[in-house]
């Protein structure tokens, strides 16, 4: 009876992981069968539509980025014109520009495409970039970020890559324990492996030929695109009274990343 059972769960997970890449194969055909039009087929598609028909359909990608911002949940093309430009597919490349150009102007914001092969976008805050303040995920202001951000500070600090369990280690000695359910922040293995990874903040990675298997974490796309690697450093070095400077290798790749950008 048992053995049946067993039988039948590895059944349904094998089934579950052929649709769920079946699902994701979809997406990617679909976005696969979507060609960037060429300037003149825009300027067609514009003559056949109104001003008024091309602010609504803009105002409705602003509103699905920003919907989909709050969660930090990063926007794929293939889902955009799905969902959202839909029949307007022609004149896509000016919608994404008058899109783009109201997160700016309106918001503060920067639309930028932090996955060019499967053309995935995020919006990160153009203003605070500009002013060379601190970043919402560089200044902490809600706890979540803040376990976010300790994260991203022992990867750094560690050459960019580490294995899971001393990113668990550090935060058994800051209280909180993986393995148990936290106040704040609940499951605090599924906030790091799954919400953080989701939202491109973390890459959690399998490390090859291990047994058992292991893990190891890198930073995501979307950190790279919004958190400096220069305020970091400046943070471990109050944290440990000491100078910036004197973490040779991490201060020479933060201030080139910063000169960079």
């Known amino acids: 009876m048992s053995q049946r059972k067993r039988l039948s769960n590895t059944q349904s997970s094998s089934q579950n ?19 960037q039009p060429s300037t003149s087929q825009v300027q067609r598609g514009l003559e056949k539509l109104t001003p008024a028909q091309v602010d609504q359909k803009t105002a409705e990608v602003v509103q699905y980025f920003l919907m ?19 029949d307007y597919r022609t004149i896509y ?4 520009k008058r899109a783009a150009r109201t997160f700016e102007q309106v918001f503060g914001l920067k639309l930028v495409e932090i996955d060019p092969k499967h053309h995935m976008y995020i919006l990160v805050n153009n203003l605070e970039t500009a002013t060379s303040r601190a970043a919402p995920v ?11 951000f300790v994260i991203l500070s022992v990867i750094f600090m560690k050459g960019g890559t580490v294995k899971e369990n001393l990113i668990w280690n550090t935060l058994k000695k800051l209280r909180v324990d993986p393995g148990q359910k936290h106040e704040e922040f609940g499951d605090v ?15 959690y990675l399998r490390i090859p030929h291990t047994e058992p298997v292991e893990y190891e974490f890198r930073w995501g796309p979307r950190a790279d695109a919004e958190v400096s690697k ?3 450093l400046e943070f471990m070095g109050k944290l440990h009274e000491q100078d910036p400077r004197s973490w040779t290798q991490q201060y020479r790749e933060a201030h080139a990343t910063q000169n960079s950008s």
């Open 138 to 148: 560089e200044c902490p202001t809600n706890p979540k970020m803040g376990l976010l």
């Open 189 to 203: 293995k599924k906030v790091v492996t799954d919400e953080f990874v989701r939202q491109k903040y973390l890459e």
């Open 17 to 35: 992981k052929r649709q769920s890449s079946s699902s994701v194969t979809q997406e990617e055909d679909e976005d696969a069968t979507f060609t």
């Open 230 to 232: 220069a305020r970091i």
């Open 68 to 86: 989909k911002d709050q969660k930090k949940i990063p926007v794929r093309r293939a889902d955009l014109v799905k969902y959202v430009v839909k």
């Open 93 to 96: 490349p000016e919608i994404i």
